[in-house]
């Protein structure tokens, strides 16, 4: 256990400097920010001081990320709570399920210039229920627009494409199951 801490411990510097770099603050912005002395977060990022609970408490209010991204927790608990966002096909993906080879559920953020169509056929079932925002859903040749509290259903066998109708970002639920597993409809 002790060797899982030093090593969570020796990787703080490392994120923290690739933080700061990503988002292009100055270590003097970032002393200002958190009234961090710029010359302990200078020995934070390079490993030369073990980073303290009220350090990294303050550098994680002030990136606005959670305590967790600082150190590289360990995974415990709840699963999905570790589930981290991707970038598939332009769209951010947030998984909600574990399980790679079983029934998949996703929240997916279609930006607004995701307006082009480009059709697909795969094996398999989706489900998608609109959340915010306003989807366009072009299948087997028709083209609808759905919105939010709309749900579409269909044989992602047929030709399909999702995407934005071009006015704001669309926020979508979508459970996939592939051929010979089953979803439950309940009707009425």
Known sequence: MRDAIAAALDQVGPRLRHLRARRGITLAALEKTTGISKSTLSRLENGRRRPTLELLLALSLAYGVPLDDLVGAPEVGDPRIRLKPGRVKGRTVIPLTRAP????????????????PHLRA???HEWIYVLSGHMRLILDGKDWTLNPGEVADFDTSHPHWFGSTGDEPTEILSIFARPGEHMTIRTG
């Open 122 to 124: 795969h094996d398999g």
């Open 101 to 116: 080879d079983g029934m998949q559920a996703w929240k997916i953020v279609i930006p607004a210039d995701l307006t082009d």
